[in-house]
C-alpha cells in the first residue's frame, strides 16, 4: 500500500462484519505491518450517511464535532517476524504470478446448435440450478440437489437411511 501512495499508512482503521472476527484483524495487521484500528460502531458506512444528512441539514455545525464522537472499540498490533512477512510475501507473489492467464476466455454460443431437432440446448440457469433441457425425456431423474423439505417449529433436521432429511424432535 505504502509503495502505490505517496502518504505512509500509519494504522489501518477498518468496519464492516469482518472486524468481529480478532484472528483476521491479527493477521492483516501482520501483513501490513501496521495497527488495526475497530471503531465503536462497526458499520460506518451507516453512519457516515446519517452523518452528511446531519451536516447538511445543519444539525452538527462543523466536521470536528463528528471526528470527536469516534472512539476505539478494539486495537491489533503487528506481531509478525520480519523474515517470516517477507518470505510469505513472495510466495503470495509467486502464487498470483502462477494463476494470472490459467482462465479461458468463454467461447461464444454457436447459434447453429441451438434449436435443431436431436440437438439438446445448453442448460439454462436457474438460480443455483440448471433447469432440463427440452430434449430432455419426462422420465430424466431428478437434480441431485432438492430443496430442503419444510421444517417445523421446535424440530431439527437430520438425514435419514435414505439419504433424504427428516424432521425430529429437538
Not at 55 to 71: K, S
Not at 80 to 88: G, H, K, Q, S, T
Not at 143 to 158: D, E, K, L
Amino acid at each position: 500500500m505504502n509503495a502505490d501512495s505517496s502518504v505512509p499508512l500509519r494504522e489501518l482503521k477498518v468496519d464492516g462484519g469482518m472486524t468481529a472476527n480478532n484472528l483476521l484483524m491479527q493477521f492483516v495487521a501482520d501483513v501490513l505491518d501496521v495497527p488495526v484500528v475497530r471503531p465503536m460502531v462497526a458499520e460506518t458506512v451507516s453512519l457516515g450517511a446519517a452523518y452528511a444528512a446531519g451536516l447538511a441539514a445543519g444539525y452538527w455545525p462543523d466536521l470536528e464535532v463528528l471526528r470527536r464522537n469516534w472512539h476505539r472499540a478494539a486495537q491489533w498490533l503487528p506481531d509478525m517476524d520480519p523474515a517470516l512477512r517477507d518470505a510469505e510475501y513472495e510466495d503470495w507473489q509467486r502464487a498470483v504470478e502462477r494463476s494470472l492467464g490459467w482462465v479461458k476466455p468463454p467461447r461464444p454460443p454457436d447459434p447453429g446448435r441451438a434449436g435443431r431437432p436431436g440437438v439438446p440446448s445448453p442448460p439454462r440457469l436457474s438460480g443455483s440450478r440448471a433447469a432440463p433441457s427440452r430434449s430432455s425425456p419426462a422420465s430424466a431423474p431428478p437434480p441431485p440437489c432438492a430443496a430442503p423439505a419444510p421444517r417445523t417449529p421446535g424440530t431439527a433436521t437430520r438425514p435419514s437411511s435414505g439419504g433424504a432429511v427428516r424432521a425430529v424432535p429437538r
